[in-house]
């Protein structure tokens, strides 16, 4: 009876041991790829961004010629946004490629 016991605690030990050391495999697995989509959805198309700001101030340029005074500074305010958002996107970069940002 106690080595019917003492092999049942030896077989509970080890199947304990197998679950513990194997979650975290498997959570350290799922946050790598939480990692790779986070990281896949800062990236941005900075050509793009710039080719839209350049377009928004040609727009602009052509408004104020027409007379259109407020659609020109509607679209010089969007270009500004943009131009914000640009520079979030090439900071954010920089500080993601550095190990330790500060």
């Known amino acids: 009876m106690t080595k019917r ?7 509970a030990a080890i199947v304990g041991g197998f679950f513990i050391t194997s979650v975290p495999a498997h959570a350290a697995t799922s946050a790598d790829q ?5 990281k896949a959805a800062v990236t941005c198309n900075k050509s793009q961004l710039r080719k839209q700001i350049a377009d928004l101030k040609t ?5 104020k010629q027409l007379g ?4 020109a500074r509607k679209a010089l305010s969007d270009a ?7 520079d ?3 900071k954010a970069e920089e500080d993601a490629s550095k190990p330790f940002p500060g």
């Open 34 to 38: 939480t990692a790779v989509s986070a």
């Open 88 to 90: 979030a996107c090439i």
């Open 59 to 63: 727009k602009a340029a052509k408004l």
């Open 68 to 71: 259109e005074h407020a659609a």
């Open 80 to 86: 500004a946004a943009l131009q914000k958002k640009l």
């Open 5 to 11: 016991f003492s092999a049942l605690a030896v077989s």
